[in-house]
Nanobody, 126 residues
Framework: QVQLVETGGGLVQAGGSLRLSCAAS????????MGWFRQAPGKEREFVAG????????YYADSVKGRFTISRENAKNTVYLQMNSLKPEDTAVYYC???????????????????WGQGTQVTVSS
């Protein structure tokens, strides 16, 4: 069982930055692929960024590529999402998710993830 807790959300002006953190419980964090997803009101949950078990592979949605960076510190059981040049359309609840690693793959589909955090709100004002 893995418990995930996201922090770092908030209100920021367009063009600003935020860094989200996701702390995981347990001693097997390094064996999990991790992902960040978001869900805006009235929309489906969408993939934002993913990272494989050792941080060697990452993947981003086109909408955030070049602005967001996913990283992880296995020694701290934490995955991060650095968000720069934020836009109003980035406003959403952001969730981190975990699943057992599949080789070095980055997992991009939400139904492949077994564990989810409670989410943290990110609001970008124009």
């Amino acid at each position: 069982q893995v418990q995930l807790v996201e922090t770092g959300g908030g209100l920021v002006q367009a063009g600003g930055s935020l860094r989200l953190s996701c702390a995981a419980s347990g001693r097997t964090f390094s064996t999990y692929a991790m992902g960040w997803f978001r869900q805006a009101p009235g929309k489906e949950r969408e993939f934002v960024a993913g990272i494989n078990w050792n941080g060697g592979s990452t993947y981003y949605a086109d909408s955030v590529k070049g602005r967001f960076t996913i990283s992880r510190e296995n020694a701290k059981n934490t995955v991060y999402l650095q968000m720069n040049s934020l836009k109003p359309e980035d406003t959403a609840v952001y969730y981190c998710a975990a699943r057992a690693a599949v080789g070095n793959a980055v997992v991009v589909v939400p139904y492949e993830y077994r564990y989810w955090g409670q989410g943290t709100q990110v609001t970008v004002s124009s």
